[in-house]
């Protein structure tokens, strides 16, 4: 268990997907300009094997925005996206029922 102050650490925002390109040398890893409103951040995410780069285009997802970046594959990520991991072991996007616009904070 964590206090609610600890929760509200965590910066949730929603991002559109700018543009998407899988990694080469990677089957799973994609690379992601993702707008979170007030800037263009980069995400490298484990998403390739349930997902095509082309079809994230322009949809919005929910982003870690104040997470530590990271290097992966010589890539910098900038956030992290929220996934659903199913029994099966299919990754699901977390995605707004509605369009919500880049930046709207989630709480």
Known sequence: MIKFQD???IELVVGEVLEAEKIEGSERLILLKV???DEVRQIVAGIGNFY???DL???EIV???NLEPKK???YES???LLAAVKEDGEVVLVVPEKKTG?????S
Request: charged residues 15%.
């Open 78 to 80: 900038q956030g992290m």
């Open 52 to 54: 095509q780069p082309e």
């Open 57 to 59: 285009i322009g949809k």
């Open 63 to 65: 982003v870690v925005a």
């Open 102 to 106: 880049a930046g709207t904070k989630i």
């Open 72 to 74: 992966l594959m010589g």
């Open 7 to 9: 929760f509200q650490k």
């Open 35 to 37: 707008n979170i409103g």
